[in-house]
């Protein structure tokens, strides 16, 4: 079985299990788990900043974010179809009392900086307070320039506020763009990468910033119930991904372009769209629900029109995915 509904399927590698079950243990809760904080270093000064801290998830990494950057009538402003903004549940609002500010964005992730401008509150006891910026690279795959980014940290050094990254595909970035990852996370306070996503750990995120705000990262973590013991074996997982599956995911992108182009050479230019390592189809109902059945007897999962690419899709499955589209 092929899955491309998300890179999130990925079952962890022989080598990976291997680091796993060899990560040498400690209870975390009390900073004792070397393997733990061996990767809180590494995505820390592989990003160039200060200190890491380790999370079960994506969600609870920006979340521990945005409690950390924000307090109680404070606000986040943040793009209308962010993860942040849209997929979190709300935990901001829901336990920190933190009132979102969607602005409208586009497919590459870019938020319309003018409405950005005129939604940022002046001092004044009438408005939440404006305190973070919240970006994220890539969106639906599409990686974001360094023009904006700079143009937006301009913005919050204008208006003093914080600039928050969700970079759970952020290596995906910086493969496409062939730049070291550090360079990607300059422009921003704190960035939040998923080990769980293309890079094929079975869990985990890492929070990543200076030092003095990972300390308090780690006070919401205990709140929220991500304090966890030997989670050392995670976390091998974590380290094993960073050093071993980065430079390869400019295969699955080179996979999604092969994917691309014979979508666009059967249905035409406009009916498929690659970015990074994710196809976003754009066919009628009736068409998309046809082709997917095709797949689905060729043994590949598709979902809705976002086909996404992984290190369990191997180049056998992308010439069969090929041949069957040809042939549709
Ligand atoms: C997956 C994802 C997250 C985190 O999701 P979890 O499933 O909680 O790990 C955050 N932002 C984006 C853009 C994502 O794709």
Redesign the pocket.
Known sequence: MTDLRSD?VTQPTEAMREAMLTAKLGDDVYGEDPTVNELEALAASTLGKEAGLFAP??????LLALLTHCGRGDEYLVGNN???YR??GGGAAVLGGIQPQPITMNLSGELDLEELCASIKPDDFHFARSRLLCL?NT?GGSVLSAHFCNQVRDLCNKFDLSLHL?G??LFNAAVAQKKHPKVLAEAFDTV?I?L??GLGAPVG?VLIGPREFINQARRWRKVVGGGMRQAGMLAGAGIYALQNHVERLSVDHKNAQTVCAVLERKFGTDSARCATNMIHLDLSEKIYASLSKTMSALGVKVGRPRWVFHLDVSSLDVERICGAIDSF
């Open positions: 999130t998830s994506g969600t609870q990494s920006n962010a993860h942040t997929y979190e994220e969106h969700d759970a595909r939040s998923c769980s996503k995120s």
